[in-house]
């Protein structure tokens, strides 16, 4: 009996070691599903905004026609004699947890808009269609702009 003290000690050692080996694979797991969950929102977030973009630039009266000035107006366009909502609301970003976009600008209007998320992306291939997008070091590089909205990148 003497020669067996300890055994029971170091068997509830390794169990608590296996345990956290267990919990910190676990850990990285739910990371790993957490970030292609925001990276899903945020391919959907792009499309309304892609969608709100368009639709603000073809409901301009006349036949100049015009970006949004501020992402505001997609929610709610002043332009015609009936208010128009191209867009429910403006969306936070699920990277950054903040309503402030980078925004791709032509002339002093909005043709597009990007995350301002440092992180690279896991998503690399099979993007909707008409997105665009393609192999990216960084959320900042995914643009979601209207049809026809090109641009320099300003903040």
Do not use: C
Not at 11 to 36: D, E, H, N, P
């Amino acid at each position: 009996m003497a020669g067996q003290k300890g055994f029971t000690y170091l068997g509830l050692l390794f169990a608590i070691a296996l345990m956290g080996l267990l919990l910190a694979s676990a850990g990285q797991v739910w990371k790993v599903a957490a970030q292609r969950e925001r990276e899903e929102e945020l391919l959907f977030i792009g499309q309304q905004f892609s969608t709100a973009l368009a639709s603000y630039r073809a409901a301009t009266p006349g036949e100049s026609k015009q970006w949004p000035r501020r992402l505001e107006d997609l929610v709610e366009d002043r332009r015609g004699p009936l208010p128009l909502r191209h867009l429910r609301k403006v969306y936070f970003d699920p990277f950054t947890g903040d309503r402030e976009w980078g925004l791709i600008k032509v002339g002093e209007g909005i043709a597009g808009v990007y995350s301002l998320a440092q992180g690279r992306p896991l998503k690399q291939a099979n993007f909707p269609p008409g997105l665009g997008l393609g192999k990216a070091d960084s959320y900042r590089e995914w643009r979601f702009t209207a049809a026809g909205g090109a641009g320099e990148a300003t903040q």
